[in-house]
């Protein structure tokens, strides 16, 4: 299970091997969180070989707001794994706010990810055997804070991720399928990343708890957090800034999109 990566790395990991290249920067002076420079992704079984990824170039910049789009098996999934570094790219880079990542050794990718990138997947994939303040709390494992800290950071985190307190107490499935979203939304917002990286995370939700979870990445946004969402739902592409689309491996289209905000939000009030 992906969650494993969060947790991999440990307070010794060295950073003395990564050298921090020139921050890029892209349209309008905003710095680049992710940038991706002719990505191949190819995997090999026996004597074949299958080319889920033909040479995607693609800038996320600090603040955005992006969904991906494409048909099933058209390499989102895999695109998402390669800029939030569970992935290595078989040709190409992956700069990380600059940072060159491809000559990393595993543990030092680990780092970064922990410290950089938050993940949040379809099936929620939390822990059913911890209650959702310790599975909040996983990622801040391989940190030396104190248990008060820890508990401050927890709490702040499933309140920004439109959760109650309440719930801290309780195990993964005596919470609905929404309510648990926003459960693994807070564990990837706990460590504060730099960037969100969704994949379908309404897809295992109904219409309305997925929009509820959107809303909740556009309130994100609006704070300045920088998310990618990868959809097949063109409603929840409609609420996000860019939309990205993907066949066969290969980036076709870059869509920009002005959001109909009345759309996207649901006034529970
Ligand atoms: N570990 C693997 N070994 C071999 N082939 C793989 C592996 N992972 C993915 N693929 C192939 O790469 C292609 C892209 O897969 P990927 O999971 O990125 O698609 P996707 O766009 O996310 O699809 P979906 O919408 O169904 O989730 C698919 O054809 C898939 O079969
Ligand atoms: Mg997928």
Not at 57 to 68: A, D, Q, R, T, Y
Not at 122 to 132: A, D, E, G, P
Not at 185 to 203: C, M, N, Y
Not at 226 to 234: A, E, F, W
Request: charged share 25%; aromatic share 6%.
């Amino acid at each position: 299970m992906k969650v494993n990566n969060l947790v991999e790395a440990d307070e010794t990991t060295s950073t003395s091997n990564i050298e921090v290249a020139s921050l890029g920067w892209g349209e309008g002076g905003k710095k680049e969180i992710i940038k991706l420079v002719n990505v191949h992704k190819i995997y090999r079984q026996g004597e074949i070989e299958f080319y889920a990824l033909k040479g995607v170039s693609l800038s996320i910049l600090e603040g955005e707001l992006i969904s991906i789009m494409g048909p099933s098996g058209s390499g989102k999934s895999t695109l998402l794994n390669v800029m939030g570094l569970l992935d290595r790219p078989t040709k190409g880079k992956v700069l990380i706010e600059g940072i060159d990542v491809s000559r990393l050794s595993d543990r030092e990718l680990a780092y970064i990810r922990n410290i950089k990138i938050g993940f949040v997947f379809q099936f929620f994939n939390l822990i059913n055997r911890l209650t959702i303040y310790e599975n909040i709390e996983l990622p801040l494992l391989v940190r030396n804070l104190s248990k008060k800290e820890k508990r401050m950071l927890v709490q702040s985190a499933i309140l920004r991720a439109g959760g109650d307190l309440s719930w801290l107490a309780k195990r993964p499935n005596q919470l609905s399928g929404g309510q648990q979203q926003r459960v693994a939304i807070a564990r990837a917002l706990v460590t504060s990343p730099k960037i969100i990286l969704a994949d379908e995370p309404t897809g295992n939700l109904d219409r309305y708890s997925g929009k509820l979870v959107m809303e909740e990445f556009l309130k994100l946004n609006s704070m300045g957090q920088t998310i990618v969402i990868v959809t097949h739902d063109p409603e929840i592409a409609n609420c996000t800034k860019k939309i990205v689309y993907i066949k066969n491996g290969e980036i076709v289209k870059v869509d920009t999109n002005d959001i109909n905000f009345s759309k996207c939000i649901i006034n529970t009030q």
